[in-house]
């Protein structure tokens, strides 16, 4: 494990945990055995990590969000602040279910935000956006907003997280970065120039 980290003195961090440079973590988060956090990850107060979840680099987790066994977020995702993962589908406290965690990869760059729900098994496409308080009960595309119980899509954003808006060619351009992107068979690319 790197020495180079912060931990609050309230931060709890169980046996076996890989914990990257420059990771901060904060007031009350409970990292459980054997987690992995890349470089840089953000880890606010009051966070569960259970045990074997990975985090890659610079991922951003927001105050009261318990992220459990069986969730995967790569490079760069954000997750507002109370927002809820899930790992069993049909959960009954008289059954045991330990054997059945549901796996949910949320790909690079994705944001989810405050309060919203990922039924798990369910996949958040790379830098896809998930608004504020909604209920995710399929995979999500790449660059997909999505919004609403059930969450639906409502359109396309930037990897800065513009909407895009395409043209008659299938082109957007972010208005901040002027990246441009591609839509083609309801899927969206960023075209390299
Ligand atoms: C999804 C989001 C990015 C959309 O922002 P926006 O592009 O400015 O969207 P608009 O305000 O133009 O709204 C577009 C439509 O979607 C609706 N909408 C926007 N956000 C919504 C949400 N979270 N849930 C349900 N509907 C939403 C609006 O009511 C509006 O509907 P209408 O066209 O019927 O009036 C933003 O609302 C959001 O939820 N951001 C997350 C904030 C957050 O959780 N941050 C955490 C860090 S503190």
């Not at 330990?98 to 919203?116: D, F, L, P, Q, R």
């Not at 351009?173 to 002027?178: A, D, G, H, L, V």
Request: aromatic content about 8%.
């Amino acid at each position: 494990m790197s020495e180079d980290f912060f931990a609050h003195p309230t931060a709890v961090i169980d046996k076996g945990c890989e914990i990257a440079k420059g990771v901060k973590i904060w007031h009350f988060s409970h990292l459980m055995p054997n987690c992995k956090i890349g470089e840089r990850c953000n880890i606010g107060q009051n966070v569960v990590i259970s045990p074997d979840v990975i985090l890659g680099t610079n991922v951003k987790v927001q105050n009261n969000v318990s992220i459990y066994t069986g969730v995967i977020c790569e490079d760069d995702v954000f997750l507002g602040p109370s927002m809820v993962f899930t790992n069993v589908i049909n959960p009954r406290s008289a059954v045991n279910r330990k054997a059945e965690y549901a796996k949910t990869t949320v790909k690079k760059g994705a944001s989810i935000g405050a309060n919203a729900t990922i039924v798990c098994g369910n996949d958040i496409g790379k830098y896809a956006f998930i608004g504020a308080g909604a209920v995710v009960t399929k995979t999500i595309p790449d660059y997909a907003l999505v919004v609403g119980n059930p969450a639906k899509q409502i359109g396309w954003v930037s990897e800065y997280g513009h909407k895009l808006q395409f043209d008659e060619q299938g082109i957007a351009q972010c208005p901040e970065t002027k990246e441009k992107y591609q839509i083609k068979n309801n899927a969206v690319i960023k075209i390299d120039e």
